[in-house]
Nanobody
Framework: QVQLVDSGGGLVQAGGSLRLSCAAS????????VGWFRQVPGKEREFVAA????????YYVDSVKGRFTISRDNAKNTAWLQMNSLKSEDTAVYYC?????????????????WGQGTQVTVSS
């Protein structure tokens, strides 16, 4: 079992940047696809980005393309989500997630390991 701890959220003005971290323990993260999701109250958890175990396959939701970058360092057992040019609509609780899979799913239900979430608030 892998345990995930995500961090790095906070309050930032529109146009600013934040870098979220997802630290894994228990097992090496190199065996897992890593995804980032976000959720606002009353809405379903939304896919943001995901990377294959090697980092060779990366996917983003259209609304963050060109602004967010997902990355990982398997030697450090850590993944990141660099968020630039933040907008008020990016405000949400962000979760990292992992699944042992040869595919890179974009559906939250396909991930079986989750961090506790970190709040990102973008003020306009």
């Amino acid at each position: 079992q892998v345990q995930l701890v995500d961090s790095g959220g906070g309050l930032v003005q529109a146009g600013g940047s934040l870098r979220l971290s997802c630290a894994a323990s228990g097992r090496t993260l190199s065996s897992y696809v890593v995804g980032w999701f976000r959720q606002v109250p009353g809405k379903e958890r939304e896919f943001v980005a995901a990377t294959s175990w090697s980092g060779s396959k990366i996917y983003y939701v259209d609304s963050v393309k060109g602004r967010f970058t997902i990355s990982r360092d398997n030697a450090k057992n850590t993944a990141w989500l660099q968020m630039n040019s933040l907008k008020s609509e990016d405000t949400a609780v962000y979760y990292c997630a992992a699944v042992a899979s040869i595919f890179v799913p974009q559906e939250a239900y396909k991930y079986d390991h989750w961090g506790q979430g970190t709040q990102v608030t973008v003020s306009s």
